[in-house]
């Protein structure tokens, strides 16, 4: 967890989208802090497998989120578990963590394992819908999430998830001020350099997905842009 409090910067790869050598080499080499493999849906140990594998060629951190058990696979520094803590399932909140750990707890190094508490809010993208995630909520309510992440659960990631949209910043300056110990983790429609200046200055890392596959060439000025800050 040490080497993660240090991370200010992370993309977020989807195994199920195509990324070219080149492009894949620029994204690992950009100097971001690390790299995150993730999706939503349709995540397959193939896709994953093959994404690892093209990504182990550069030294960049690599950190598996697990969204489908059955596209574990070793070889990563980490393995990031959410539990969506505004979810209307339980499976979502920690069914499917139950199911996992009865199934493979001799087989985990709980060393790599990584809790992320994640409130979504934006109700459009995929991983809302996919978890049913209660996403009518004021500032607040947002807050009062962070706060179960941070003092009630102790988990040592909270993640604000905006999903293909840019959140509102006052709501991400909100939570970032109520944090004492959880990192905190915005992710959702950063673009471009002004807006993960914006959010890096109130959340401890930043994830930029999409905009690896709209429009790199702005997605790599992300990363100056959080580096300039330090
Ligand atoms: C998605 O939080 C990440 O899980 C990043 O969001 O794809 O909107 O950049 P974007």
């Known amino acids: 967890m040490d080497e993660i409090r240090s991370w200010k910067h992370v993309f977020k790869l989807d195994p199920n989208k195509a990324i070219a050598d080149e492009d894949l080499a620029k994204v690992c080499e950009s100097g971001t802090d690390a790299v995150i493999v993730g999706g939503t849906d349709d995540v397959t140990l193939d896709d994953t497998l093959y994404l690892l594998s093209r990504i182990r060629r550069f030294s960049v951190s690599c950190a598996l989120e697990v969204s ?3 596209a574990l696979s ?3 520094d980490y393995y990031f ?5 505004n979810s ?3 499976d979502w909140v920690i069914g499917h963590h139950h199911r996992a750990v009865q199934e493979w707890a001799d087989l985990m190094d709980w ?3 990584v809790t992320e508490g994640y409130c979504i809010v934006n109700a459009d993208s995929k991983a809302a819908q996919h978890t049913d995630a209660e996403t009518n909520l004021s500032p607040e309510a947002i807050r009062s999430y962070a706060l179960i992440a941070d003092r009630l659960f102790r988990l040592p990631i909270f993640y604000l ?10 709501v ?5 001020e109520s944090l004492s110990e959880a990192q905190f983790f915005y992710g959702g429609g950063i673009c471009d350099r002004r807006k993960a200046e914006e959010m890096a200055q109130y959340a401890d ?3 930029v997905g999409n905009a690896i596959y709209d429009d790199l060439k702005k997605a790599l000025q992300t990363v100056k842009a959080v580096k300039s800050q330090r």
């Open 81 to 85: 578990i959410p539990s969506v803590l």
């Open 68 to 70: 489908n058990p059955e």
């Open 111 to 113: 060393e790599e394992i």
């Open 74 to 76: 070793p070889g990563f």
């Open 172 to 176: 991400v300056r909100l939570v970032g």
């Open 88 to 90: 209307r399932k339980v």
């Open 205 to 207: 890392t930043i994830v």
């Open 161 to 170: 998830e905006y999903s293909g949209a840019y959140g509102d910043p006052d």
